[in-house]
């Protein structure tokens, strides 16, 4: 039998892991920090931030392929509109994640996803100066022929 490529099955089959997948999408907005298990967190991580990095460029194009992955308008609207702008500046690095324990009655690991929208404090301390790398020539050796002694 072959082995799937496509990542973790998240507790099923293909059909499962496509209907937590769209469950976890639905859940994308600003306000709601939500608790998955630790491996459908894996899951979930770098397609929001691929959705947020669409939504950041915001032409159609980008809209529409969005729209491919998360079917509710409203929640794309939401990216496009609320979220996109309060991440504008931030290169990358969308999502926290905080692992909060374990889950009373199965001991499953638990996290909280939340999306980061605090702007982006750019550093004002001066940078270090860069050391001058002098360039010495150093002096020419006469070069030896290659003819066998």
Known sequence: MPK?????RLGGGPAHKSSCSRILRLRF??????????RRRSAFVPLAERMVTFAKRGDL???RRVMTVIRDKS???KLFTEIAPLVEHREGGYTRI???GYR????APMAIIELILDPVER???PRKPRLQVTQQRLPRLPLRSMAPR
């Open 61 to 63: 194009h980008a809209r």
């Open 4 to 8: 799937p490529t496509k990542g973790p």
């Open 123 to 125: 550093s004002l301390r």
């Open 104 to 107: 009373k009655g199965d001991n």
């Open 98 to 100: 905080v692992k909060t």
């Open 75 to 77: 929640a794309v609207h």
């Open 29 to 38: 907005s600003p306000t709601v920090v939500f608790r998955p298990l630790r």
